[in-house]
């Protein structure tokens, strides 16, 4: 175990000297090295006790486990002086986390127990059914919260906005089991048409928001044809291929689409043709006027927070519909067993078709509310580590899980934020969150999915 313990944290230092131990910092005069090797003492120091006391926690050795866990702590929480602040909490982190992995059978036995009793399943039946109603009535009055500032509003609008990419992504992956590498394209193609059409030909956000999500789900028709054949590794290289096709010709037909230059002045949204600005563009009223209140810049970003909110809730709701037609349940068939799909009479051409399909039209609308939010667009908004942030928000949440998509956008968008104060380590602890959801989590954070349909129980004398 101390030799295990050793090799971590060997391979900690070697990753970390690069990360951690110095930076380069512009004095003036040049470049000079700015060396963090404390820091980079302690994190090795501590990865090294952490890692010995994973080791006695897996080998039964519990007591012992939870001892360095709970001295870990007092020595983050001690006055001791560290040259950073945020080596107290990473010390401390440590040992909870070691105290929690020492704790962790006998709670998930408790747990567990508690869950299969008569009084846990009707608990937890009815915390299924009210989580998701309380984090709508969460999300419907956060605007009038007193913390929803204008950074707070944006970074929601941002959150619901990957909410709705990662339900649109999960029709594909987690519903019909097809790994899409290249969703981002759909997201570029709602974009684009939707700044082309009202930038050149004076369309609204209205009138061009069902046309560009109809465009994204003939693209995803076409992504369709050639991968009907393919599963697996293949069909992920292929639709890798696809994202990168749709961003190299944006780059590069400049007739179009003004190549790397992007498209700007974007028209935004209206309220019934009302324009929220401080003065009105000819011909147009502002929504200011309409209403009879005094401007306020706010009042846009909380209007793009309710459309993209209602956006994303039409998109749960489709979803959840869907799965209880035939089509969604041939979408599960082909995700278990594509032979036996085909067996049972169910033609995987158009159902692979048809969820390619649907997931792109929400991609669709999504880039096409994105256009219109930043009013300005570039193919450097839609490229492959897009597309990877949305399938890491559906694999972390838990495939084929609604909530689990929401808690995973909340965690993989405003994690980054929440821990931008912490300057160099903030993707370190973005890393470690996702390392640590993969470990305790392994199949996501809500692992469990409602069935798509319940058999119920003869009553007795009935029919059936």
């Known amino acids: 175990m101390l030799k295990d313990a050793g090799l971590t944290a060997f391979v900690a230092a070697a990753l970390g000297i690069f990360i951690v131990g110095f930076r380069t910092v512009d004095v003036g005069r040049g470049l000079t090295f700015d060396y963090h090797l404390v820091d980079l003492a302690v994190a090795v120091v501590t990865i090294f006790f952490g890692r010995l006391g994973l080791s006695l926690a897996a080998n039964g050795l519990r007591w012992p486990a939870m001892a360095l ?23 401390a982190l440590g040992g909870v986390l070691l105290v929690i992995r ?81 969703y981002v394209a759909f997201y570029a193609v709602g974009a684009y048409s939707y700044a082309l059409l009202s930038t050149q030909h004076g369309l ?11 465009m994204a789900a003939l693209f995803g028709v076409v992504l369709g044809f050639p991968v009907l054949r393919l599963r697996g590794d293949y069909l992920a290289i292929v639709t890798l291929g696809f994202g990168e096709i749709i961003r190299l010709v944006i780059l590069n ?60 809730l039409i998109t749960n709701l489709f979803t959840q519909r869907m799965r209880r037609l035939p089509v969604g349940r041939a979408w599960e068939a082909l995700r278990e067993d594509e032979t036996a799909c085909r067996a049972l009479g169910i033609n995987p051409t158009n159902t692979k078709l048809t969820a390619f399909a649907v997931g792109a ?8 509310f994105f256009a219109a ?92």
């Not at 866990?69 to 010390?91: E, R, Y």
């Not at 007193?146 to 990662?166: E, R, S």
């Not at 039209?361 to 096409?368: E, I, L, P």
């Open 361 to 368: 039209m929400f991609a669709g609308f999504a880039g096409s």
């Open 102 to 182: 020492g704790a962790w059978p006998w709670a998930n036995d408790a747990m567990a127990a508690a869950a299969k009793s008569p009084s846990g399943v009707v608990l937890g039946q009815a915390g299924a059914k009210w989580s998701g109603w309380l984090l709508l009535a969460a999300a419907v009055a956060m605007p009038f919260t007193p913390f929803a500032d204008q950074k707070t509003m944006d970074l929601g609008v941002l959150i619901l906005t990957y909410v709705m990419l990662g339900w649109g992504l999960n029709i594909v992956v987690g519903l019909a089991g097809l790994l899409d590498l290249g």
């Open 373 to 464: 939010k930043q009013r300005f667009i570039s193919p450097e908004s839609f490229v492959f580590i897009e597309s990877a942030i949305i399938l890491a928000i559906v694999v972390l949440g838990g495939m084929g899980s609604q909530i689990g998509v929401v808690l995973a956008a909340v965690l993989l968008i405003g994690l980054p934020e929440w821990f931008r104060d912490l300057g160099s380590y903030r993707m370190l602890a973005f890393g470690l969150a996702m390392v640590l959801i993969m470990v305790f989590r392994p199949r996501g954070l809500v692992a469990h999915r409602e069935p798509s349909l319940r058999l119920h129980p003869v009553k007795p004398g009935g029919s059936g």
């Open 253 to 312: 037909w400049f007739d179009l689409t003004n190549g790397p230059a992007g498209i700007g002045s974007i028209p935004g949204p209206t309220l019934f043709g009302a324009v929220f600005a401080e003065t009105p563009p000819a011909g147009k009223q502002t929504v200011s006027d309409m209403l009879g209140i005094p401007f306020d810049g706010n009042h846009r970003l909380i209007f793009l927070y309710y459309i993209i909110l209602v956006l994303a």
């Open 204 to 214: 609204g956000f209205w009138t061009v928001l069902p046309l560009a999500g109809m």
């Open 69 to 91: 866990g709970a001295a870990m702590i007092a020595a983050g929480v001690s006055p001791l002086q560290l040259p950073s602040g945020f080596l107290h909490w990473f010390v």
